[in-house]
């Protein structure tokens, strides 16, 4: 199967971990007719009553309500904790598992170690978010690695979410997501927290390209730091990039510092 299959059936989608981005993932799955129930170290009851989704405070009774799909939405960061507190063997079937964290070959590696054998696997990231996605995902880059697929008919309704709404469906090794994503949304994201930390504000005299780099930080400081730094601490491609930007920075430097003694 590939990512364009036809094959689309509604799926009670079980989600661990319901904050801002699944918030945001559930109101379109729940648009498109498919149940949901979630679970959260926090007490989400009242948003998820709202949505119309179960809320379980105990992780066996959310594992013992026979989803087709359990989706990992927690943060980077406490994913190793959050998994090691799962009873996998409380479930009731063989279920598929997709991680949508926005880093790759760690929860890769993590889920295949803990899984049992008969879990499928789907490694996925939604290249976009509460900000960029709010009025629609079409367009947008939706990465996924069908990691141990059997159950072929539910990873194709899974893909169907995405799809339906218009993703760019990009399949591609978790490798491969860690080494572009380093160079492209870990960049981006570090010059968005370094234009925070400078204070940038509107000025009288602004400029397009000013007014896009005020953008760019007032988007980036709306996720969370615990995000920004799952990006850095669990993608290895990331250092060699954050060691690129400061060189990046002296060679501009040097280059300005050669006029001004020319
Ligand atoms: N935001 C985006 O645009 C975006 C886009 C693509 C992918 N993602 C990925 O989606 C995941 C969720 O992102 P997010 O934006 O919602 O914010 P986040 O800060 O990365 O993660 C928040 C979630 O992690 C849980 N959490 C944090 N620390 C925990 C701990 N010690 N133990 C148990 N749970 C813990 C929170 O649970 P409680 O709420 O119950 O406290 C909440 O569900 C991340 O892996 C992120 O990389 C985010």
Redesign the pocket.
């Known amino acids: 199967m590939s990512g364009t299959s036809s094959f689309s059936m509604k799926l009670k989608v079980g989600i661990?971990?319901?904050?801002?981005?699944?918030?945001?993932l559930a109101k379109t799955m729940i648009k498109q007719g498919h149940t949901l129930t979630a679970t959260?170290?926090?007490?989400?009851s009242e948003i998820c009553s709202q949505l119309g989704i179960k809320f379980f405070k105990d992780i066996v009774p959310f594992l013992d309500s026979n989803n087709d799909v359990i989706l990992?939405?927690?943060?980077?960061?406490?994913?190793s904790?959050?998994l090691s507190?799962i009873p996998f063997h409380v479930l009731k079937k063989p279920t598929l598992f997709v991680?949508?964290?926005?880093?790759k070959e760690y929860p890769r590696q993590l889920l295949l170690q803990v899984l049992p054998e008969e879990a499928d696997l789907l490694c996925t990231?939604?290249?976009?978010?509460?900000?960029?996605?709010k009025d629609g995902w079409a367009g947008l880059a939706f990465m996924y690695e069908r990691v141990r697929i059997r159950n072929e008919d539910t990873c194709s309704s899974f893909l169907h979410i995405f799809q339906n709404e218009g993703c760019r469906m990009v399949e591609i090794s978790c490798e491969e997501h860690d080494k572009q994503a380093a160079r492209s949304q870990f960049l981006t994201h570090t010059i968005g927290r370094m234009l925070s930390e400078m204070d940038i504000t509107s000025t009288s005299v602004n400029t397009k390209g000013f007014e896009t780099l005020i953008h760019l930080k007032d988007d980036i400081v709306k996720?969370?730091?615990?995000?920004y730094s799952?990006?850095f601490v669990h993608n290895r491609f990331a250092k060699q990039e954050l060691n690129n930007l400061e060189i990046a920075l002296e060679t501009i430097k040097e280059k300005l510092l050669d006029k001004v003694t020319e």
Not at 99 to 103: A, E, I, K
Not at 223 to 227: A, K, T
């Open positions: 661990v971990g319901f904050g801002p981005f699944a918030q945001f959260s170290r926090s007490d989400h990992i939405s927690t943060s980077i960061l406490s994913l904790q959050v507190s991680d949508v964290l926005s880093v990231h939604p290249m976009f978010g509460p900000v960029n996605g996720n969370s730091f615990d995000l799952g990006l």
